[in-house]
């Protein structure tokens, strides 16, 4: 099933008070971006359903109880302002960290979570210069080639955490440039909002080693 109505699907499955929060987040979006390039300009359209819908189909695709959640190059707040808004209603002691190098992103998310009631963690540093985080998922959303990915995000993971990672057409292109046994420890999901991508989930297939 591809969202063609990205407000209604979300209208069917989160709170009231949820939905609101999306779209306080959503009006934001609007005004800043015509000062700031939070989002590519040819998707502002049919925002709902690519960054929205986009963003929240992770949820329930992290499969088991969350206690701490990484969101890396967080951008323009996607996924992890759409997810930490999901988690105030289902999930309301998950820990959400936004990474993002930008200074005016992180403006822009710090000003979207205090108009949304949310309590997240937002850092203004390159994801090389953290110190690692232990979390339980992982998401990255369009930031870099797949193998950078896992070479960034592997740090910040807990030993049985879970790499999420929305992906293009090239998902498969980008899967090849991995280990043998990264690839056998990835599953391939289908994308909620464009046929031709996918979101991989994957685990360390390596947890003890180092990087």
């Known amino acids: 099933m591809i969202v063609e109505d990205g407000h209604a699907w979300l209208e069917e499955r989160v709170s009231r008070e949820t939905m609101e929060r999306l779209e306080i ?9 015509k000062t700031i390039n939070l989002v590519a300009p040819s998707t502002m359209a049919t925002g709902w359903e690519r960054h929205f819908v986009d963003s929240a189909q992770l949820w329930d695709l992290s499969r088991k109880k ?13 996924p992890g302002l759409v997810i930490a808004a999901i988690a105030k209603e289902k999930s309301p002691n998950l820990q959400m960290t936004l990474v993002e190098s930008d200074i005016r992103k992180c403006s822009f ?17 390159r994801i090389e210069d953290l ?13 870099t080639s797949l193998d950078r990915l896992v070479e960034m995000a592997r740090p910040h993971l807990a030993s049985d955490g879970t790499l999420l990672f929305p992906k293009g057409a090239s998902y498969q292109a980008e899967l090849e440039t991995l280990a043998p046994e990264w690839q056998s420890s990835t599953e391939i ?3 909620l909002t464009d046929p031709a991508a996918a979101i991989l989930r994957m685990k360390d297939p390596n947890p003890s080693e180092p990087t």
């Open 25 to 33: 987040f959503h009006d934001l979006l609007l005004k800043w971006q």
């Open 131 to 143: 110190p690692p985080q232990e979390a339980d998922v992982i998401s990255a959303r369009a930031l």
């Open 66 to 78: 969350v206690d701490r959640w990484l969101d890396l190059g967080s951008g323009g707040g996607f």
């Open 109 to 125: 998310m710090r000003e979207a979570a205090r108009k949304m009631g949310l309590r997240v963690g937002i850092l203004t540093r």
């Open 189 to 191: 999901l289908a994308s």
